[in-house]
């Protein structure tokens, strides 16, 4: 009998740190296998299970507009603040497609992506036709370019702006501000110096719609993962021609869709946007939980981005020529009407987080970190951002320009035009194939590898506690037996000796 019991404590301790020693030993082996078939599933080729979803994205992707009005323009004219009022959002829904998919051998892939913006009336606050008075970009696109071209051209920019209507100020649609307009000016111009004005038509957007923003050639991960989704070449070259410096120039990170998988908290993103013509460095900022109850991680930029060139010595490339004040970021250089550069800057929304001259400088400013910081929220595991906002500001700088008298008590300001937010967030059936696929399957591996090591723990003390318990019930049998045996002795001593 006390062998049975012996035998079934050993076996107990046997089983414990069988059970133990299986599911700590699970965990590297697990994590082992687990990384090879996401690095399977995540790498960009054809037939892979994220290959169609990068090719066209099921997510729906929303671009909001938000206008501003300036209610008195005859005031700024005469030195007075801008005053600004809101309104919006005007939603276009944005399909992006990917085609001319090239695979080459050195582990990437060259591709455009075909960008269709739809209007969504239902989604926005009014229609297209609605009106709003703002700076007149072509007005300060050629009175600005006074200073930098030759006295034939000015001769012609100053007949253009006397006699073609053209104003300080416009009264336009949302439409026309966006997509594109007939400019007077600009259609004479055309017809007079087809050279220099090769186009007619003036909008902050004109060429995105229905269009590409050029040629990428990005990494697929099949030879080296870390370099997923990160940019080889834009346009064929690694480097734009816009800044002054080779680091201003550099095209860093991806394009802010897909990154490598197993992220770490200490790792920089950075993700290149071909609209503001650089890249935009992210860092980790915090995590989060999304609607379908999936933990990501959330990057944003740094102050160091905004920062001006004296705080954050790296950003000197873009002072084109001067360098602005915190917050600003001067586009002059790759905003361009007929080789004519437009005066505009931008900023995050409202100039949030930028110099507070800038948020003065305008009534009608309202910063709020919520709202109009920059987010890109990513899941660390296979690397794929499944919510972001992006959302920046554009300003058309307005000053005195001599030899214009419209322009002389104008107080130099960095006028805002609109703010937009691009904005995309994974819908429930994505999230559920995600889920299904991915994240349920990890999950359940997780599971029983914490159950092992729990029961064998569990196990393992119970066997020991009863070991312990037992060993001590032993010990007070036999301290017992000793006792019963000590007091027959001393009886049958006494017994001997009376008799």
């Not at 590297?28 to 996401?38: L, Q």
């Amino acid at each position: 009998m006390e062998w049975c019991t012996v035998r079934k404590q050993y076996c107990g301790l046997g089983l414990g740190l069988l059970m133990l020693a299986v599911g700590v030993a699970l965990i590297p082996i697990v994590d082992y296998i687990i990384k090879r078939e996401v690095e399977k599933t995540v790498i960009l080729k054809e037939g892979n299970l994220m290959y169609n979803t990068w090719r066209d994205l099921p997510i729906p992707i929303y671009m909001q507009f938000y206008m501003f009005d300036c209610l008195n323009p005859e005031e700024v004219l005469n030195g007075a603040k801008p005053y600004v009022v809101e309104k919006g959002p005007y939603t276009y829904i944005e399909k992006r497609i990917k085609y001319d998919i090239i695979h080459n051998s050195n582990g990437t892939v060259t591709y455009k992506q075909n960008r269709t913006f739809h209007f969504v009336e239902k989604l926005s606050v009014g229609p297209e036709s609605d009106r709003f008075t703002t700076p007149n970009p072509v007005y300060w696109s050629l009175v600005s370019a006074l200073r930098y071209e030759n006295k034939d051209i000015n001769w012609l920019i100053n007949l253009l702006t006397t006699f073609k209507q053209e104003y300080v100020f416009m009264n336009r649609t949302v439409k026309e501000i966006l997509w594109g307009y007939q400019d007077p000016a600009l259609h004479f111009a055309k017809a007079y110096d087809p050279e220099w004005f090769y186009t007619d038509i003036a909008g902050y957007f004109i060429n995105k719609n229905a269009t590409n923003d050029g040629v990428y050639t990005i990494f697929t991960g099949e030879t080296d993962i870390t370099k997923l989704g990160h940019i080889d070449q834009y346009n064929g070259s690694r480097y734009l021609n816009f800044w002054t410096t080779k680091w201003a120039n550099m095209i860093n990170g991806t394009d802010a869709t897909v990154n490598p998988p197993f992220a770490k908290k200490s790792r920089v993103s950075y993700a290149f946007a071909s609209d503001v013509c650089r890249s935009i460095k992210g860092v980790f900022a915090e995590e989060v939980t999304d609607s379908h109850g999936f933990t990501l991680w959330r990057y944003t930029s740094p102050d160091s981005y905004v920062a001006n060139a004296t705080v954050n010595p790296d950003n000197i490339g873009f002072c084109t020529p001067n360098c602005l004040d915190k917050g600003l970021f001067n586009m002059s250089t790759c905003q361009i009407i007929d080789f004519f550069h437009i005066p505009a800057a931008i900023s995050l929304p409202h100039f949030y987080l930028g110099a507070e001259r800038y948020q003065k400088a305008v009534i009608g400013m309202r910063p709020n970190k919520e709202e109009h910081q920059t987010i890109i929220d990513a899941e660390p595991t296979i690397g794929w951002v499944l919510r972001a906002a992006k959302r920046l500001q554009i300003n058309l700088y307005i000053q005195p320009i001599k030899g214009f008298e419209l322009t002389t008590k104008i107080t130099p300001v960095f006028l805002p035009v609109l703010w937009l937010n691009e904005s995309a967030v994974i819908d429930e059936k994505n999230a559920q194939m995600l889920q299904n696929m991915l994240f349920t399957p990890l999950k359940v591996v997780h599971v029983v590898e914490i159950v092992l090591i729990a029961a064998g723990s569990v196990l393992l003390v119970a066997t020991i506690a009863y070991i312990i318990y037992a060993w001590q019930r032993r010990k007070t049998e036999i301290m017992k037996e000793a006792e019963t045996s000590s007091v027959n002795d001393t009886n049958q001593l006494l017994s001997n000796g009376t008799s």
